[in-house]
């Protein structure tokens, strides 16, 4: 079994609750969307074919035991379940980005996954399905990205719609450099809901045009 890769490397998580812990990141090549303020362009296409095995045992080179299998949209990918699940059994604590367009329920249990709801200021909120909001559990995360109010106060219908923030951690992601990480963190502490400010932490540490950060 293959799967496309765009890169691997080591460094820190930039977002989710782990944010600042060091991983090992697998980033797969494709993605069906294209959101307005997209900072992975890049892993749209291209890459090198590699094993599930090989993957693995990459991941075993490294001295860190948190995986991010991310992208691109890992999903797209139908070997992608398979690497999950041989990583779980080789002892790493697994994550998994996805961008909420596609169905994960095949992806094994023991995945942390983040899923990434589309705000209307990505263009893409149409894509998303709702479906997967019954599948999550207190495991998983779920991330808005913001680029601007209306995205915040489309965010909060959503959660309330759910009931998101009894369920699971909610983070909210501003769009680096167009909403300013005081102006988010005020909308999240008007609202009294135990939201996470969520910035994208390797920016702010290597800049936003580093890749394998």
Known sequence: MALVV???FASLMGESTRAGVPAYFIRLTGCNLRCRYCDTTYAYEGGSAMTVGTLVELA???PHRLVLVTGGEPLLQPETPALLTELLDAGFT????????RPIGAVDARVQRILDVKCP???MADHNLWANMDLLTPRDEVKFVVAGRLDFTWALEVIKRFRLAERLPVLISPVFGQVALQEAAAWILATRLPLRLNPQLHKYIWGPEVRGK
Do not use: A, F, M, P
């Open 6 to 8: 765009c890169e691997t």
């Open 60 to 62: 075993r080179s490294q």
């Open 94 to 101: 697994v994550c998994l980005e996805t961008n909420g367009s």
């Open 121 to 123: 200021g990505s263009h």
